[in-house]
T-cell receptor
Framework: DAGVIQSPRHEVTEMGQEVTLRCKPI?????LFWYRQTMMRGLELLIY????????DSGMPEDRFSAKMPNASFSTLKIQPSEPRDSAVYFC????????????FGPGTRLTVL | AQKVTQAQTEISVVEKEDVTLDCVYE???????LFWYKQPPSGELVFLIR??????QNEISGRYSWNFQKSTSSFNFTITASQVVDSAVYFC?????????FGAGTTVTVRA
């Protein structure tokens, strides 16, 4: 059974460009999470969805960030316009039940904004 | 507010030594869940173990074992007879409803 799939694995872009990160959760999982990992701040939850509906986006750093989940098998995280401080590894994770079950993480997208 | 503290930033051991990773947490909730995740050099995050706040029984799973003590808010993790493949960053995490709060991680290096 396939795990969480993320694309692209690596993205290098220039400041000001739009960046779109993609995620396919594990089939049947009702919850999807987007995390960001940096050396300075560690792993941070950005936003999470339940049954395709955004529940808590309080971790989204600013209006340049947006996330959507048009259906149960696909989500995007968009940064527009991108800035060098957005450089990080972005992880997508999914789970069956939020609190008690483990979250399964994708391989991550390493974003570099020049 | 939830907080997870991993005081050890780096640990270096020789193969076959035991490694114990410390984790201290803060939460006001009575129901919560504790996790350990592993992040090898390849970068993915791998789930290792889970414990709920009502079960303080300590267990062993293969070379992994954990010591959960509510009285001291600690959830320590031990790798017995470490191997080079255990080299990774290990994260302790806390969840009450939806949010996984991670510690800063402990880098474990196992030398052959």
């Amino acid at each position: 059974d396939a795990g969480v799939i993320q694309s692209p694995r690596h993205e290098v872009t220039e400041m000001g460009q739009e960046v779109t990160l993609r995620c396919k959760p594990i089939s049947g999982h009702d919850y999807l999470f987007w995390y960001r990992q940096t050396m300075m701040r560690g792993l941070e939850l950005l936003i999470y969805f339940n049954n395709n509906v955004p529940i808590d986006d309080s971790g989204m750093p600013e209006d340049r960030f947006s996330a959507k989940m048009p259906n149960a098998s696909f989500s995007t995280l968009k940064i527009q316009p991108s800035e060098p401080r957005d450089s990080a590894v972005y992880f997508c994770a999914s789970s069956l039940v939020v609190a008690s079950n483990e979250q399964f993480f994708g391989p991550g997208t390493r974003l570099t904004v020049l | 507010a939830q907080k997870v503290t991993q005081a050890q930033t780096e640990i270096s051991v020789v193969e076959k030594e035991d490694v114990t990773l410390d984790c201290v947490y803060e939460t006001r909730d009575t129901t919560y869940y504790l996790f350990w995740y592993k992040q090898p050099p390849s970068g993915e995050l791998v789930f290792l173990i889970r414990r709920n706040s009502f079960d303080e029984q300590n267990e062993i799973s293969g070379r992994y074992s954990w010591n959960f003590q509510k009285s001291t808010s600690s959830f320590n993790f031990t790798i017995t007879a470490s191997q080079v493949v255990d080299s990774a960053v290990y994260f302790c995490a806390l969840s009450n409803d939806y949010k996984l709060s991670f510690g800063a991680g402990t880098t474990v290096t196992v030398r052959a």
